[in-house]
């Protein structure tokens, strides 16, 4: 993973305020997070896993803290599914499963 994100993750998680529309943007597509533009509002979902979604204003600059927080959020439940669908695939190459 991008030391860039990681970087914004944690900066997000330490203060919710003052953060800008760019910044969570680069934040999501760090993660691999894909941006669908729309009309007043874009869909954020995560290719790998369809229940990792939001949706941003299209035409703000500065966002909301209750933004910011969402996708502190999304971006950990993320990093919990990729590990888990790691530690499930480890377990079965141990277990001799195929699959």
């Known amino acids: 993973m991008p030391s860039k994100a990681r970087k914004l993750l944690e900066e997000m998680r330490a203060s ?29 979902y995560h290719p790998d896993f369809k229940q990792l979604r939001t949706t941003l204003p299209r035409h703000s600059t500065e966002v909301l803290k209750s933004y910011v927080q969402i996708a502190v959020k999304l971006v950990d439940k993320l990093l919990e599914l ?3 669908a790691q530690d499930e695939k480890e377990s079965k190459s141990g277990s001799g499963e195929t699959g």
Not at 16 to 43: C, M, P, Q
């Open 16 to 44: 919710k305020a003052n953060w800008r529309r760019h910044d969570l943007d680069s934040l999501y597509e760090g993660f691999g997070f894909t941006i669908k533009h729309g009309r007043s509002h874009d869909v954020i």
């Open 82 to 84: 990729q590990k888990e």
